[in-house]
């Protein structure tokens, strides 16, 4: 198999019939070498239907779905991992990312190029809250974190069986996957596009979820944040000082002592310092205590390339 495309699909089910639309004239050069991989990540409505009834249309699609839902990254690793081509690109179902750069990304690789990635030179259909929140965070990551990760990316890239292999190695369970092929090194290029707005359905990042992921990413891949409450511990002590020594001159020049305001300030700068710091180093063993536990990432519940109805998927 020459190409793989890997699409994880949560609650997509008004948009799989335009989505293998238009991957099928994406492929349709390697067709005879190609094929889809769409996995549904525990999809509660009919995407899994819409997936079966797809395969009528489009030959080279498998289907595989996931026992619950594990979010994007993991249902991901699942497509990765089924994934037979010795060129592998993925992007989301929602087709932001167009499919029809592939020819573009295809002739990169050709030039000797290991990972070819999209660069988001537009964001279109998106609030300015939401621009502002994705450029403040590849900036604040890249400053926090040990990897330098290409800026205004996402997961929708090409790459080949050697880089795919080497990321596929990592056994970590807390997944950010475009910092994983960064981490990975090899030759890799940009290729800038206008993402397009969703056609249909609806975010599966809301602010929460977000919130979670830029957390994943940062502990991921730098202990910064370790070093940085470290840092807030020593700065504490410093201002602690500095009020004790405010404390002792009012109580020798003026014989009187602070009022509830200082109290009530300093009480509350050092309860939040303790509560930043432990925090902190919460998200740090709670990853620790996820790893230790080696679950599996995830099961397959179906695999439409398989005669048995119930596989197990698990990373070395």
Known sequence: MYLSVVVPCMNEEDGIVDLVKRLSKAIDPWKHQAEIVLVDDGSTDGTWKAIQAARATCPQLVGIRLSANRGHQVALTAGLEAARGERIMM??????????????????MDRGFDVVYGR?????????FK?????????VLNAMSDTQI???????RLVNRKTLDAVLAMPEKSRFIRGMFAWAGFRQVGIE????????????????KMIRFSIDAMTAFSTKPLRLATRLAFISLAIAGLMAVHVFQ???LYQTVAGWASVV???SFFSGVQLLT???LGEYVGRLYIEAKDRPLYFVSEDTREATPTAVRKLA
């Open 91 to 108: 992007l989301d179902a929602d087709l932001q990312d167009p499919p029809e750069l592939l020819a573009d990304m295809m002739f990169m």
């Open 193 to 208: 596009y206008i993402r397009e707005p969703r056609q249909t359905g609806e975010t599966k990042y809301p602010l929460k």
């Open 278 to 280: 432990l925090g902190i």
């Open 265 to 267: 300030l300093a009480i």
């Open 131 to 139: 621009r502002a929140t994705a450029y403040a965070f590849y900036r």
């Open 250 to 252: 009012s109580l020798i």
């Open 150 to 156: 290409p800026q205004d990316t996402g997961d929708f």
């Open 120 to 128: 988001r030179a537009e964001r279109k259909g998106e609030t300015l």
